[in-house]
Structures are given as C-alpha cells and as structure tokens.
C-alpha cells in the first residue's frame, strides 16, 4: 500500500476494545491416540474461511443473560464458557455431560439454530443436560493488530473420553462448517505443513502447543490439559503457513490498515529472510529480534519488496538488530543500498523450501513478491484490509493490472500481504481486484468520453458508484487511470484538459 498522497489528511482508525470470542478444543481418545475435533469453516463465513478451525464464536447478551440465570455459571470464565456452550449445541449438536457429550434432541437443536435466545430456556426446561467441570481454560489470546476488528478469545477444552462413545456429529441444521474431522495434532499439523489443508493461526501454535505437551504427559489428554491450563500459554508466533511468520510493525500507512506486515519466510529450521522489516521505533525491532531469536533456522538477508517508505526501516535501527545482507531490485536499490539485486524468476533457496522472485510493477516500478507452494508473499500488490493505490507518477494502472493477472495464473495457495489477514482464498480477491479496477478504467475512459475534461469532473463521474471515496484519494486514482489510457492511446491531456483521441471516439 503506498503512502498517503501528499496533502491527503485521513483520520487513523478507532480501535475499541476486542471482542470477546470463546472456541472450543474438543479431544478424544482415539484408536491411533488423541484427536482433536476440527471443523472446515463455509467459504461464506467472513474470518477464516474455507480453513479448518476450532468450534466457536463471539460471547452475546444472551450468554452474558444465561450467567445470571444458571448458578453452574458464576465466575469470570462464565460468559465464555456460556457461549461455547451454546456454539456446541448450534454447530455440533452437542452438549457435554458428567459422562462425555450426548447428543441434543433434534427440535431442540433446531429451535436453536434459528434462534440462540432458545438454548437459555431450553436448558432451563429441562429440555437437555450440561455439565460444565470437565472443561478447562487453555489460554486467552487477543487477535493480532492487522486487522479492523480485534478478537479476545478464550479457548476452552473438554476431553470426551474413548472414541466409541462420543456421538457421531450432524451438520445438516447449521451452515458454519461444511465437514467435521477428528485427527491427531502430529496428522493435522502435517497435512499443513504440506499445504494440503489450510488451519486457522491460532488453532496451529495451539495443536502445537498440545503436541509438546502430550509428549510430557505419557500421551495423556487429561494431564496434558492440566498442564496447559495451568501455565495458560499465550501466542508466541503467529504462523500464516509452514514457513511463514508474521510479526505486524506499526507503520505509518494508509488507513484503515495502521500496521505493515514483516514476514519470516523460509524453512522453520533453515536459512529465513525477513521481508518488509518496517520497524521504526525500539519496541517493534525488540518485538521482530525476539522472533529471530525464537526461530530455529538461520537469518540470511532482509529484503524489501519496495521502497515505499511504510515498508522500508530505519536503517541505522534494523542494522543495530540484524547484520545481514539487504536485498532488494534495482529499482529498491536507489533509495536503499542492496547487498543482492533480485531479478524475476530468481530462486531463494532457504533451506528445505524454494521461494521464486517475481518483478511485479504497477504499484510501484520494482516491486518484488515471492512465491511458493505455501502461497505468496505479496507485498502491496493486494491486501488484507482497505485497498492498493496506484501512484500516478510512480505507478503504472495498466502494468499492474498485468501483473494481477500473472498472480492469479500462479493460483497461491494462500496470499500474504503487506497489510491485513492472511488471504484465505487468493484468487477470490484477486479477481476482484482485476475486476474493479478494469471497471473503473472503463468508467473513466467513459467520463471523458462523455465530455468531462477536468481531472476534479472525470474522477466525480467515475466514482460515482463510491460515494464514500475520499476526493482527494478518488482524484489520484483516477490520474494514474488517465495516465494509462493515454500511454494506450486513448486520450490526450493538454494544459490540463483531457480529451478523447479520434481512436477512441470509434
């Protein structure tokens, strides 16, 4: 994302308090040893899609009001637990009891489903049982700072016992989760490891979490969840993919995004890079050394994706932390000394995983993002959160449109970019970036076409589906859109009046 346009004043995005959210690990003693219970979120859904995530959701006044009612739930931990309480009877069909889980009657489940304020009453009815001393706290996390909203979640954990007691699971009355799994942590991480299914960050350093734990604990589910509970381990990386870690810098960027994303990328036990190491103040170069240190594998180089000045480091700063060669393209390498000069189609092997170079101008001349079968790291071409503009001088709208269409042909398996979330499901996005963008080239060209001259009167027209566009930011985008039909031969600009050529009249 390019930095706020000169003269551009945008107010920084209010964050309130994180919300509270509450999931579920439920476990198993299976015949291969213990499971754990993951469910594969809808493509709808709007965090974490198509991933395979614990059972959970956001705490509501009708948890906080089932507190006040049942006694079993005084307590701090009571609207969370009232909450996933509720979330299981809804999802799963479950409600646990002395004696594992049993199943809810179906009108109940149903009654619930297209109403949470019924499982309150329900329970009080007598309708079904819950017993809720077998479920543990195993940590609290609050979500990472790239994104709009912030998420406290509390997960719980509840072992069922044997597996051929715990009930067999029906998805057919909810519309979260397309398909349920159980499968050992050292399976489940494994599959991710390869990037054959896509896990959810926290449920990831969580199973991790388990798997060390049980190693302790004589593969004991109950001792390892005693265990947990009690040193209640907070997030210690934040692991996009297998090879890639996100360690967020708060940067001066444009809003709503107020961080950029710094990313390890490499073999977790070989050489790693750090890309986009924007760090500008002590605290976040600590909070990046602190993950280098954590890291099994060896730093080799920094490298810049581009030089836009929310993705480049106080060099005198970064040096102090890290004494490693700088990479970036020739172009980076104007505004910042590069030790290595990144070419497309360049291959950085970093230990057991291959990462390829590509060029990808349009947003800015250079611009770097790299890729490989965990996805791609791509840098200001898309983003998590808010938009990508096009400088008009620096930037080309008809190259970068290109090169959307290159990344989009590469098919990732995941997106990392610059500012927001992990992308869940690339070539949904990138589509839609490919998409928008040729309409509003078209819608410009249109404005012209019709007889707008003035670049203030061409941008009104062509946002006029945005009402909501900042002027100043829709005028700039509707320049570098210009820009591009002129070198295409569309339009003409002179004294500051743009006009349509003979060409593009027919």
């Not at 919300?19 to 213990?34: K, Q, S």
């Not at 986009?276 to 730093?299: C, F, K, S, Y």
């Amino acid at each position: 994302m390019s930095e706020v346009p000169e003269g551009v004043v945008m107010a920084a995005p209010k964050r309130g308090s994180p919300r509270p959210t509450a999931t579920m690990t439920l476990t198993r003693d299976g015949p291969d040893g213990v499971e754990v219970l993951l469910g594969l979120r809808s493509v709808t859904m709007g965090a974490f899609p198509n991933y395979w995530a614990f059972p959970g959701g956001g705490v509501s006044s009708v948890d906080r009001a089932a507190v006040e009612a049942l006694p079993q739930l005084k307590g701090s931990q009571g609207p969370s637990i009232a909450c996933i309480l509720r979330e299981m009877s809804e999802e799963l069909g479950l409600t646990p009891t002395s004696n594992g889980a049993v199943t809810l009657p179906e009108d109940a489940r149903r009654a619930i489903v297209e109403d949470k304020r019924q499982w309150l009453p329900l329970v009080q009815s007598g309708r079904f049982p819950f017993d809720i001393s077998g479920i543990r706290t195993l940590s609290h996390r609050i979500t990472p700072p790239f994104g709009p909203v912030q998420f406290d979640n509390t997960f719980l954990q509840l072992h069922l016992g044997s597996w051929e007691t715990v009930p067999a699971i029906d998805l057919e009355p909810q519309t979260e989760f397309t398909e349920v799994m159980w499968a050992t942590p050292t399976n489940i991480l494994g599959r991710w490891m390869k990037h054959e299914i896509k896990v959810a960050p926290p449920v990831v350093t969580l199973l991790m979490e388990i798997e060390r734990t049980l190693e302790r604990c004589n593969r004991d589910m109950v001792l390892a969840s005693e265990d947990i509970a009690a040193r209640l381990p907070g997030r210690r990386a934040i692991l996009f993919a297998h090879g890639v870690e996100v360690v967020p810098i708060k940067t001066a960027t444009l809003p709503p995004a107020d961080h950029t994303n710094c990313y390890l990328v490499g073999d977790p036990e070989g050489e790693f890079v750090l890309v986009d190491p924007a760090i500008r103040m002590r605290e976040d170069m600590e909070a990046l050394a602190t993950a280098v240190e954590r890291h099994r594998g060896e730093l080799a180089a920094v490298v810049f994706t581009h030089s836009h000045a929310d993705h480049l480091a106080d060099m005198s700063l970064l040096r102090e932390a890290f004494d490693v060669p700088i990479w970036g393209s020739s172009y980076t390498a104007k505004s910042v000394p590069c030790d290595r000069i990144l070419s497309d189609g360049d291959v950085l092997q970093l230990g057991r995983q291959a990462w390829q170079v590509l060029i990808t101008p349009g947003h800015h001349p250079g611009h770097v993002c790299l890729f490989s079968e965990a996805g791609l790291v791509a840098g200001d071409m898309v983003a998590g959160i808010g938009t990508i503009l096009v400088p008009p001088h620096t930037g080309n709208m008809t190259e970068y449109i290109e090169q959307l269409e290159r990344l989009k042909a590469l098919d990732p398996h995941l997106v990392f970019p610059s500012h927001g979330p992990v992308v869940a499901i690339p070539q949904r996005l990138i589509s839609h970036y490919i998409q928008h963008r040729a309409a509003r080239h078209a819608r410009v060209l249109h404005a012209v076409q019709q007889g707008k001259s003035e670049l203030a009167d061409i941008a009104v027209a062509a946002y006029a589906d945005s009402p909501d566009a900042h002027p100043a930011l829709a005028e700039d985008q509707t320049l570098s859109h210009l820009l591009a039909h002129q070198r295409e031969g569309n339009v003409i600009e002179q004294s500051g009046r743009w006009t349509v050529t003979k060409e593009a009249k027919t």
